[in-house]
């Protein structure tokens, strides 16, 4: 004996996207903020993924620094280190933010930080170098 279900008012067939929904889902922006945007480009720091974070950059910082430019300033910060054993978050105004960390020394810590800009670009928010 076949068991078929019987058809209940809330049941709807399937119906199958058109192209152009398709095409609305992939231009559909997903808004992240500043500080999710800031928490991604120190948490690639901090994994070593200058590529990455180059791809936060802005356009302007593109323009100004290529990718191999860009790693080697990254790197000559030296806050990779001292990013991982923690830092803080402060917002300035105008969109800059300054991350601050504590680099050990041998016999005692110094206070490093770098201020980097944010700006939104076609509805999301990159980073200026």
Request: charged fraction near 40%.
């Amino acid at each position: 004996m076949d068991f078929k279900p019987e058809p209940s008012a809330d049941t709807k067939p399937l119906k199958e996207e058109s192209s152009a929904e398709k095409e609305n889902d992939k231009k559909e922006v997903i808004f992240i903020s500043r500080e999710k945007t800031v928490e991604r480009f120190l948490r690639l720091w901090i994994d070593g993924k200058y590529d990455g974070m180059y791809d936060l950059l802005s356009s302007s910082s593109r323009k100004s620094l290529n990718e191999k430019q860009f790693s080697s300033e990254i790197a000559a910060t030296k806050l990779r280190s001292s990013l991982r054993d923690g830092y803080k978050v402060k917002w300035l105004e105008d969109g800059k933010v300054q991350i601050i960390t504590a680099q050990k020394m041998l016999l005692f810590r110094t206070l490093r930080s770098k201020v980097i800009l944010l700006e939104k670009e076609d509805k999301l928010w990159k980073v200026t170098w």
